[in-house]
């Protein structure tokens, strides 16, 4: 079965500091995606980045980054030097046994809680 | 492009009513997506169209909900009767898929519908 696990339902970080969210994966396809979709508190849920399961290079953008690692199934996002703006819920997300990037499992959600 | 579009934003209706939520996908994405999000059960899939076709349609809960999708630029979610536990925020998503059902682009989700039932 197809199962995105974020272990961690809530943290909370003073501005500045570096915070990681962990995202774990159970899938039999070999072709897959892996998403983080963002949802501040007004609602919307903000496309932050994809990876598909042949490219396990790390990311960068900005204060973003994203670790791939295929061996222990986990994708887990990092960022640097937070700020009060990255406030938000982060959910982690699996394509549902393809590579349709809209057939999407998700995690239960990280809220992340940046105190000024 | 404005994005997805949904209407209602937000909806409060009686246990038994009929309540139809809608959605204006991005022009050009031929594949659209409507999700339910509670608290018990998170984000889940409800049903999946390709071309204004129903695809999926595993994750719809009950036979009191249905889908369509008349034409490339509408879809809508129809609940009827509807109950307390619809209540919940349903979202729609897009995404360009291509032939092989690989994504060409990620989905792209829309403000949501925050359905109450009361």
């Known amino acids: 079965a197809q199962k995105v696990t974020q272990a961690q339902t809530e943290i909370s970080v003073v501005e500045k500091e570096d915070v990681t969210l962990d995202c774990v994966y159970e899938?039999?396809?070999?072709?897959?995606?892996l998403f983080w979709y963002k949802q501040p508190p007004s609602g919307e849920l903000v496309f932050l980045i994809r990876?598909?399961?042949?490219?396990?290079q790390n990311e960068i953008s900005g204060r973003y980054s994203w670790n791939f690692q295929k061996s222990t199934s986990s994708f887990n996002f990092t960022i640097t030097a937070s700020q009060v703006v990255d406030s938000a819920v982060y959910f982690c997300?699996?394509?549902?046994?393809?590579?349709?990037?809209?057939?999407?499992?998700f995690g239960q959600g990280t809220t992340l809680q940046v105190k000024p | 492009d404005a994005g997805v579009i949904q209407s209602p934003r937000h909806e409060v209706t009686e246990m038994g009513q009929e309540v139809t939520l809608r959605c204006k996908p991005i022009s050009g994405h031929n594949s659209l997506f409507w999700y339910r999000q509670t608290m018990m059960r998170g984000l889940e899939l409800l049903i999946y169209f390709n071309n204004n076709v129903p695809i999926d349609d595993s994750g719809m809960p009950e036979d009191r909900f249905s889908a369509k999708m008349p034409n490339a630029s509408f879809s809508t979610l129809k609940i009827q009767p509807s109950e307390p536990r619809d209540s919940a925020v349903y979202f729609c998503?897009?995404?360009?898929?291509?032939?092989w059902g690989v994504g060409d682009t990620e989905a792209f989700f829309g403000q949501g519908t925050r359905l109450t039932v009361v």
């Open positions: 990876r598909n399961s042949f490219d396990e």
């Open positions: 997300a699996l394509t549902k046994g393809s590579s349709n990037t809209g057939k999407l499992i």
């Open positions: 998503a897009c995404a360009s898929i291509g032939e």
């Open positions: 899938t039999r396809d070999t072709t897959y995606y």
